[in-house]
């Protein structure tokens, strides 16, 4: 077929001669129920054309394509073009034809009409080697991609096909959903409609396709095709961008092959990386920005979304001497070297050695990572979290140590006026690590440098009084942003040995309970009575004494279960027998035969006897205890005789 030719075809059209695969480089499968749904409209919605009985065409998408040559085609397969069939790469239009072919799968195996089944087998879905059961489908990924297997044996439901050990990413899981949508819409129409479906398909859905030539490079027209479905990343227009770059380079054919290569086999790896988290895919342009972080010094405390593009598309242009080497950086710092065979090497390398790690962080099994996390969420601690899982690999002992001493900071900045560590720091050390500009050895020794920065107790007492005036709320312990964080670590130190009641992979369900309810005077009017029995207080001091007694850290507790919303203003005696089923910290608290002013004032003071332990230097006495639960002397419980 002539080069750029374009031809406005059907999809018998399309399919005729053909076999179409996915190239292994690109993006999965990714379309969700609004393109479907856009797609199942359009379909239905379509209008007879009344002077002729048949459809209006629907214009429904371009196909880029670019025909395969025989030696790359799997020598299983090349009978089918051996018999003047041609295999083509979808250069763009996966989506929509992804979508197409499920959608016709599962038309087929509940259309009324059994001979045409097979028929519609054979224009579709997969073409059979002298009558045997081999099938060539006509639409896959490539042999190489994971993906294939899935979709074959899943999709297609071919259980010849085996499956692999790890097979399930966001992009199986799109292909899983799509196949539930699209078979829960046919299955509720009658015979009658799905004839009709397949009559609008065949015959009113028309394609515009393209064929690319082979003298043009197919990075550079799917960079510059407009995707109707999803918007490309940053991620996948810097792939393209290099194997175009990697085009143009003045080396060997077969060195541009390798090279190619390389950056295939890189960004098939970070894909797969990122698409099996089982919450869903980690954001691709949010893991490139963290890797440039890496290698490229940005103006701020880590390369945002849109810094990150405009970066990473001066490390690989034309004229790469015009920028410096540090983003936003004076001229002075060092440009940009220009775009050579090893600088698209180490890249593309090095981001394909990062993205394990990168996941890692995420579904670590390292309790201590996870803990740190729940602290610190930020991008630059990911980075340096990350980083330090990569140098695990040679210096485990050493590793181990920066993670724990990043724990013990992570805590220690959760504490107002305690703050020993800003952001910039975390990404910082870790450029440093990865350009082995720093060490391990010395970077725990600037860890320690943090922690055993003097503590600030009377600022961070301060500060915690400051939470009981504060106007959009005086909840006192309960803004504290680390209370949970503390209260699940107390309760491990209540554990001890014994098996826990709570885990910290529950972190996010578990709730905290108010053990004096805030709205006390159904069940409680007594023990606020006695609280503040005997105190001299104004109106306003009066509302500030009860803020304070309901929101004082000795007053909460994590609880198990769905306790919350059973327990709410019961009283004492109704909590504290449900209490002594519940967590360790329950557990204590129902120890107490009654539950007021002062048994909220001692648990306080032990609780805070433990923060101590957590915190390198911490030192309160008694009336800075009292001070910081209680906020002045005329607000503490008076002593019971």
Known sequence: MANNETNDLRLAQVFATKAFRIPDHQRGYAWGVRQWNDLWEDIWDINEDTSTGDYQPHFTGTICLKEISRHIIPEEERWFKDKGNSFYAVVDGQQRLTTLEIMIFELIKSYPDEEEKLELQNTFLFKSRNSTNTRLYLFSYGKKDKNRAFLLNRIFEDTTVVLPTEFVNVYTNNLKKAKEWFCEKINMLSDEQKIDLLHRIQTALVFDIKYISNSVSEQAVFETMNNRGKPLSILEKLKNRLLFLTAKLSCQFEDKIILSGYINEAWRKVYDYLGKNPEGMLDEDDFLSAHLTLIRKPKETSFSIQAAEEKVFQMFCNRTQNYTLDYGAEDSAGREPVVDYKKIEDYVLDIAEFVPYWYEVYNSLDERIRKIRILNDSKEMRILLATLLMLKNDSRELADKSIDLL???????????????????????????????????????KLEGFINTDCNAEGMIGQFNWLFEYERGAKGFHRWNGLKFFLMEYEQHLQGNDLPHVSWDNYYD????????????TNWSKVMDEYLKGKELSDDENWRAQKIIINTLGNLTIIKGAKNSELQNGSWNAKRERYKNGTFCEIKIAQNSEWNGNTILNRGIEMLSFLMTMVTGLSLTEEQQKRMLFVAEKYFPAISE
Not at 413 to 437: F, G, I
């Open 510 to 521: 578990i709730s905290i309970e108010h053990i004096l309810p805030q709205a006390y005077q």
């Open 407 to 445: 724990l013990k900071i992570a805590f220690r900045n959760s504490l107002p006026s305690m703050n020993v560590v800003d952001e910039r720091t975390y990404a910082q050390r870790a450029r440093e690590l990865h350009n082995k500009e720093l060490n391990l050895d010395e970077l725990n020794d």
